[in-house]
DNA sequence: AACCTCGGCAG
DNA sequence: CTGCCGAGGTT
């Protein structure tokens, strides 16, 4: 009898799935798939599945049946469409509605969900393990050199910094402080103060503080908070016109794409004709 | 009582 | 057609 169960990798660890064909009567032949959840239970429909996981997990990208997280349903050929165009998907309108969703790992820590037989045993929250970690002195050094490079690879302007801000330690550039200073945003909850103690200019080997990025200390200013939201403002302004423009695009393409298509069938009758 | 299977309905 | 779940049969 065909019954196998494996280890599911869109589930948390410990998750089986289990495919069972059915062997006799009208639906002989189809299949019915399962789930077992690290404790035993078993699972038999999605609806279920979400019922139990409750919001720490999002299924709506997940396949039960396969066992998948399947991204072609919410985003497809939308990439494709716009810098593939000479591929088989030319022609072909996209009529795919729905909304972009980020594909890249998240950066940030989010939160697992760990089940046990103890009902005592709750949640627990990951990012302390990724701060109570060992790291490497000057780690972000590795950092330096990394660029923004846009979908044509062409090198983006990078961001800069306010003055007030001054990197400490061996061969600091502007541009390992603005890596520095945003995975220290990403990596710690804590407020970012810099360096405070003025010994890590003379010894930064010895007096770094590990918990803070590789600058001196500094001071925020009302200027630098006004400053800083103007520049997000405008930085909105220019992604609400450029997603205006993209729509826009689209639209046009599909009325292309659909003129094609009638091009197409008016090609097909008259090799019909030719027959 | 828990588990396994397949029917049958809804979308 | 597929997904979901009820319910009868089996262990």
């Not at 019922?51 to 494709?80: E, V």
């Not at 804590?190 to 770094?208: D, F, M």
Request: glycine share 6%; with cysteine; hydrophobic share 35%.
């Amino acid at each position: 009898m065909e019954r196998k169960r494996w280890e599911c990798s869109a589930l948390p660890n410990g998750w089986k799935r289990e495919e069972v064909t059915r062997k006799s009567g009208l639906s002989a032949g189809k299949s019915d798939v399962y789930y077992f959840s690290p404790t035993g239970k078993k699972f038999r429909s999605k609806p279920q599945l979400a019922r139990y996981l409750g919001n720490s997990m999002d299924l709506s990208s997940f396949d039960f049946r396969t066992g998948k997280m399947i991204f072609s349903k919410l985003n497809k050929n939308r990439q494709r469409l716009r810098y593939d165009q000479n591929s088989q998907n030319r022609g072909k309108p996209d009529l795919n509605t729905s909304l972009p969703v980020r594909q890249t790992a998240s950066i940030f820590k989010q939160p697992v969900t760990k089940v046990t037989n103890h009902p005592s045993n709750k949640v627990k929250t990951d990012p302390q393990k990724a701060v109570e970690q060992p790291r490497q002195l000057f780690w972000e050094r590795k950092l330096s050199g990394l660029n923004v490079y846009d979908i044509a690879e062409e090198l983006v302007k990078s961001m800069e910094l306010p003055k007030g801000l001054q990197g400490v330690g061996p061969g600091y550039a502007d541009k390992t402080l603005l890596s520095a200073i945003a995975s220290a945003l990403h990596t710690s909850s804590a407020p970012i103060t810099g360096q405070l103690s003025a010994a890590v200019e003379k010894n930064p080997g010895v007096w770094l503080n590990t918990s803070q990025p590789l600058c001196k200390a500094f001071m925020v200013t009302d200027e630098d908070i006004r400053k800083q939201e103007e520049l997000v403002f405008s930085v909105r302004k220019r992604l609400e016109e450029a997603l205006m423009a993209d729509v826009l695009a689209q639209i046009e393409e599909a009325a292309i794409d659909v003129a094609g298509l009638e091009e197409e069938e008016e090609d097909d009758e008259e090799d019909a004709e030719e027959v």
